[in-house]
């Protein structure tokens, strides 16, 4: 990923849960066009990998490389969502259903620690093979399969049955998956919650439009 200049997220703590908000929609999205085509953006896939391998960040901006347009397709689908225009309807399914399991995540401590736990073996892996190595995508892959999949909130991935059987498919599928909970729990920390997305749309839009 190309290195883009630092731009310091802002104090709002609004603007906060709009930037973690987009990231899970970034993976929502994401999920649906890997299922679909077989392919992902490589700028907004090595966002949410990097992000969910940095678990103890330098700053807020830098869990997701520290500009805004790292997370420029979640933040678009955000804005179709607040500003309620069409958006696709699979997409945002994913990704309130992210919102619905990191919840349930958050009330499993055992799950919790287990999950911290495999996240810091993959760390070292990722610093031997790089972030974006298919042995680090499968650790992934295998960290969500063994955690949130066990949970009867499940998401059903809809796409091309022919590339979701393909090498190496669920393992990427599962991987975005986990970077969307990565985000959702970032969400959550910065005080967001489901009630505000109704209560609070208007200042939710005027950020996203301040985010640009």
Do not use: C
Request: glycine share 8%; aromatic share 6%.
């Amino acid at each position: 990923m190309t290195a883009t200049p630092i731009h310091r997220s802002p104090d709002s703590p609004t603007a906060r849960q709009a930037l973690a908000l987009a990231g899970v929609f970034q993976s929502a999205s994401l999920v649906d066009e890997l299922a679909r085509t077989g392919q992902v953006e490589p700028r907004a896939w090595e966002t949410l990998i990097r992000a969910t391998l940095d678990t103890n960040p330098d700053s807020f901006e830098a869990i997701y490389g520290g500009h805004p347009n790292n997370l420029r397709r979640g933040l678009d689908v955000l804005e179709a969502v607040v500003g309620r225009k069409q958006s696709n309807p699979v997409v945002l399914r994913y990704g309130f259903t992210l919102l619905l399991l990191m919840n349930k995540l958050r009330q499993d401590d055992d799950m919790m620690a287990g999950l911290g736990q495999n996240l810091t073996r993959i760390q070292g892996q990722a610093e031997h093979f790089g972030a974006t190595h298919e042995n680090v995508i499968a650790s992934l892959g295998e960290a969500y399969q063994e955690t949130l999949s066990t949970l009867k909130t499940r998401i059903v991935v809809q796409g091309d049955p022919s590339l979701l059987q393909s090498r190496m498919m669920p393992e990427r599928v599962r991987a975005i998956l986990l970077a969307g909970i990565r985000f959702a729990l970032l969400w959550h920390q910065q005080g967001g919650r489901r009630w505000k997305l109704v209560f609070q749309r208007g200042a939710l839009k005027k950020t996203l439009d301040q985010l640009g």
